[in-house]
């Protein structure tokens, strides 16, 4: 008997894997919308509380009002944000190629000698070529606009996700026990305490998780922004680098990445829409230096808080998690992977509590 139930229960785990491989995007919307719900939980619940004499906000109108104002403040985020980012992009068509090719001038035909001394090219010419048209290639706004264009061609998707996560999120905030009558539908009545222990105990790591995930890219966004305007760049601009590192920062492992490579084309942008100034150089490195030291701070002190503190597991875990979930749904995989992970970690404690790999995956929880 007890093997037959240790049967269904790896055969359930199976099937459950197998769908989440074959609709990944399902669950993805699943797991947005439950996130959409629990920090539209409080707003739900204060709209709830609100009464007019007799009369107060049903449960239907309370969850739409709910998910309009969660996504009224993102959409006003952007609606101010985005402007400010096309903004420092336009910086790019104005920078002065030419003066800024005089510039480096020397450094590139010294670079020449050098890699024609490794027969890396047959002449000086070709480098100074080569690293002519990379650097117009680089600072054209032909190559911003051919961004604009394939975020333009994904909007269609865009557009379905959101309808999808609110859709499904209004069921979540309408009926908040919805979710755990569903899972407690698939277990038997003998396990339902268990389960939901297994369902607030995720909750509860789920919460302290995203809670720790705002403090950080907020943190981020401070230490970057002053970081920038003491090295010199501009408020203006060094804000909105800021704010763009900061969001990106969610994105394990790339984010940094696409974070310091537009704060140090846009920092150094603004400093060329002239004459090239004489401290380029270090211009560009003290805008490298902010975004390692920030990305030290981040890596060594506020993202181990983060995991140690939520989800309570082993740095070489997450990396491994998170370049599967990559590999399966992309950047959108990346950022739920974490979450994603925690889950299941929870739930195969409480099912495969005797299996030794779970036992040492799970020994923290």
Known sequence: MLASKKTRLWLGGAILLTTFYFFSTIWMYLLIAAVVSLVGSSIFNLLLKIRIGRFGISKSVSAALSLLMLWSMIGLFFWIFVP??????????????????????????????????????????????????????????DQAKDVFSSVASILGDIIIAIFAVSFISFFFLKDNTLVMKSILSFVP???????????????????????????????VIFLITTGLTLVGIDFSHAIIIGLLAGFVNVIPYVGPIIGMSFGTIIGAASQLTQEVPENLTWVVLSIVAVFLAVQMIDAFLLQPFIYSSSVKAEPIEIFLVILMAGSMAGILGMILAVPSYTVLRVVAKEVFHDVKIVKYLTDDL
């Open 189 to 219: 009545v003998e396990r339902e305490m268990q389960t939901k222990a297994v369902v607030l105990k995720i909750v509860d790591l789920l919460r302290r998780y995203f809670f720790g995930l705002f403090i950080d890219v907020i943190s």
């Open 84 to 141: 400010m980012v096309i903004r420092e992009i336009n910086l790019l068509s104005q920078v002065n190629v030419n003066a800024l090719r005089q510039y480096f001038e020397v450094p590139i035909q010294d670079l020449a000698i050098l890699m024609r001394k490794f027969s890396v090219f047959s002449n000086s010419s070709d480098i100074e070529l080569f690293i002519q048209n990379k650097m117009i290639t680089l600072l054209s706004f």
